[in-house]
């Protein structure tokens, strides 16, 4: 019975073989159009080969050396990689952020590596282009170097990411230059860093002071030095963010930054407005869709045609020939 769960692609060979193949072919021809139809609850498989290149680090250098924008976006599982990788976006980020837009978790804080490699290798199956980052989640690398390069190995190795995301400036450089020499490309992440929030007194803007701004300057200098092919700039003002990305080799990632930024970051959920109404939106989120909206006509939709019964319709049922059904009502009876 192994023709049984033999791949489509096989089944699609074996139906091409001459009709004299013998007894075998006719009843694998059966099996195959079973096999190639899809299940009741169809998965949404591997997606279609992305006709672009696949982004690599050189294709993210040449980018930033031609001075064109790299556009970078947040996925959290198939569904969100699969349509950002289809709307040929450069890096996509398998953001810590999930905990929260995925997991409903209160902040980053709680999200675990494990929570992170399950993620990252969902975004992995769906994105064939663009290069996949996965964040290093809070716990997992601020304890050693070592504690770093094991957390970053399983990312990369077990959530398939092609590279890893942490925060911190000065203090972690020695952590990043361990990762980098491992092999592993590291983006780094200064200014606002969400995980350190309880220290920075909340989500607040960085660099509104001359001396703050040197800080998030000589932090992004360290990353750099320490081997980041790119860093995240997160909620510096405008002006501060120009003057940092000017003065780096390598490309800055801007959210909440301004557009003098080599790239921009945002939060697929925030911006394809996949949220109720009413909630919180830091200001420099655009909101490009309306997601919820539709996803709630839809639903909405649906329960009222259920509860009047207009749902299923005869187009939407299997039905069965009228002897058939005459055959079986004799059978109960």
Known sequence: MSHVIARPKV???????PTNFG???PRISGVAQRQLRKSTHSPMGTPPANPR????LNTLQSLHKAGDPIAMITAHDFPSAHVADAANMDIILVGDS???VALGMEDTSEVALEDMILHCRAVARATKAAFTIGDLPMGSYEVSPKQAITSAIRLVKEGRVQGVK?????????????????????LGH???TPQRQNSLGGFRVQGKTAGSAFRVFEDALAVQEAGCFATVLEAVP?????VITKRLKIPTIGIGAGNGCSGQVLVQVDMTGNFPPGRFLPRFVKKYGDVWSESMRAIEKYREEVKSRAYPSPEHTYSIAKGELMEFESLIE
Not at 11 to 17: E, F, G, R, V
Not at 53 to 56: A, I, L
Not at 238 to 242: C, V
């Open 11 to 17: 089944l699609q060979q074996i139906l091409s073989l």
């Open 98 to 100: 999930l905990a929260m």
């Open 53 to 56: 290149k696949k982004v690599t």
């Open 190 to 192: 200064v200014g606002l």
């Open 23 to 25: 007894y075998f072919a």
């Open 238 to 242: 405008a002006e501060i963010a120009s």
């Open 166 to 186: 942490l925060e911190g400036g000065q203090e972690m450089a020695p952590t990043i230059a361990r990762i980098t020499a491992a092999g592993i490309p590291v």
